[in-house]
């Protein structure tokens, strides 16, 4: 299975990259939970500390895209330090200000700013569909970076809340933000792997969200986001309840552990269907992986359903990504990429969200149903989108098919 991993890693630089990379995505799991851990430590008001670490979300969320077209207009190293800087340093100024007790609404603006941080996801992969794009081998290579992400969200928010708890309450941000400076330096010194700044076409203009089949998947990743924000949301609650709330932790580490080895699998694997089809048939399978959702009585029977619930999550977003890469133009493929992974993110912030209001009205248990119909909207909305999705697909087959002809 290893074989076909090691293969991609033979082209030079990108053993560079992807680590760089690696370490510049930490601070997607951990600045959001170190911003709640430290204001409910210094402030004692986790409605506070929860809309600040929303407002760092939504502005995240909103404010990737923009970075990611000006980076596939100018080039990654040019706009890549600026933007992390401009994040750091507003980071560093939401620290000092909770720490030297400034009004709220300064924690506000400044968790606004530091909202601005490039997404680093995308970036990586980017530079894997400029190395190889046209091979099977990219189906491998968004695979592995799939697998990644889900360390990056085992291992992230483990590291901040304990830094924060254990030795200051500033410690975990603060460590996101070395990790994100750290990581784009060393990212954007990579010269080699860079992808080429591409000539835009006069149709290209505009944002590249314009695109139906794009819409089609960032709605989906949507409403796939709130069942992740739910899932996370529930399972504290729902382990709480059962007098065992340090368990919460362990079950979600299960879930991720699931979509890591699903994302290592299904890289390997040389599937005939059309990527369009296996998005479909990959949210059809993340639907029905809710339904068992009905039946969880205890902590082990969700801690299994969820172990199986997460194989679903890496081959769907590894299909994501693949299909972006053939239906986006080439001039705009990071800006596609992080405009499906924002998407996500904004389900994730309005999962969590509604299932805190469903939680605190009617129990955790009931939390269970919002992740239950998430997972159905998301089937609706990829059946609605499939024919426009279908059609990019096949119409980046034709073009790419005429441009091997043309150039073989």
């Known amino acids: 299975m290893f074989r076909s991993y090691r293969e991609i890693f033979q082209t030079p630089g990108t053993k560079g990259f992807s680590a760089a990379g690696f370490i510049a995505r930490m601070p997607i799991s951990m600045m959001g939970i170190g911003i709640v851990t430290m204001l409910s430590q210094l402030r004692g008001e986790y409605w506070l500390a929860g809309a600040v670490a929303a407002t760092f979300a939504l502005a995240s969320a909103l404010l990737a895209p923009h970075i990611s077209r000006l980076a596939d207009r ?28 400034a009004p709220d609404w300064t924690l506000f603006l400044a968790a606004l700013f530091a909202g601005g941080m490039p997404n680093m996801a995308a ?59 750290t990581g784009v330096v060393l990212f954007t010194l990579q010269k080699g792997t860079e992808p080429k700044v591409r000539p835009i076409d006069p149709e290209e203009k505009g944002s590249v969200i314009k695109l139906g089949s794009l819409q089609a998947l960032a709605f989906t990743l949507a409403a796939m986001g709130v069942i992740f924000g739910t899932v996370d949301v529930v399972t504290v609650a729902f382990a709480e309840e059962q007098g065992n709330k340090v368990a919460a932790s362990i079950v979600l580490s299960i879930y991720a552990v699931g979509s890591c080895l699903a994302g290592l699998v299904y890289g390997t694997l040389s599937l005939k269907a059309p990527l ?4 479909l048939q990959a949210v059809a399978l993340c639907m029905v992986m809710m339904l068992p959702l009905f039946f969880v009585s205890n902590l082990f029977s969700l801690a299994i359903v969820v ?48 299932a805190g209001w469903v939680i605190d009205g009617f129990g955790s248990q009931a939390g269970f149903m919002v992740a239950i119909v998430a997972g159905v909207l998301a089937m609706l909305i990829a059946g609605l989108g499939y024919r426009s999705l279908r059609s990019a697909h096949i119409r980046a ?9 043309k150039h073989g």
């Open 307 to 354: 172990f199986f619930a997460g194989m679903s999550v890496a081959p769907t977003l590894i299909v994501t990504m693949g299909l972006v890469e053939k239906i986006v133009p080439r001039s705009m493929v990071t800006e596609g990429m992080t405009w499906a992974i924002t998407g996500l993110g904004i389900g994730v912030a309005l999962g969590s969200a509604v």
């Open 123 to 181: 970036m990586v992969r980017a530079r894997w569909a400029a190395i190889l794009g046209g091979s099977p081998k990219l189906h491998t290579a968004f695979s592995f970076e799939s697998v990644v992400d889900e360390i990056c969200f085992i291992i992230g928010p483990i590291v901040s809340v304990s830094l924060s708890v254990a030795v200051f309450p500033e410690a975990g941000p603060l460590l996101s933000c070395v990790f994100l400076l």
């Open 397 to 405: 087959i034709s073009r790419a098919e005429e441009a091997a002809v």
């Open 74 to 101: 100018l080039g990654q190293s040019r706009v890549l330090l600026p933007a992390a800087g401009i994040s750091v340093t507003a980071a560093a100024i939401l620290l000092l200000c909770t720490r030297l007790g």
């Open 276 to 279: 369009h089809r296996q998005f």
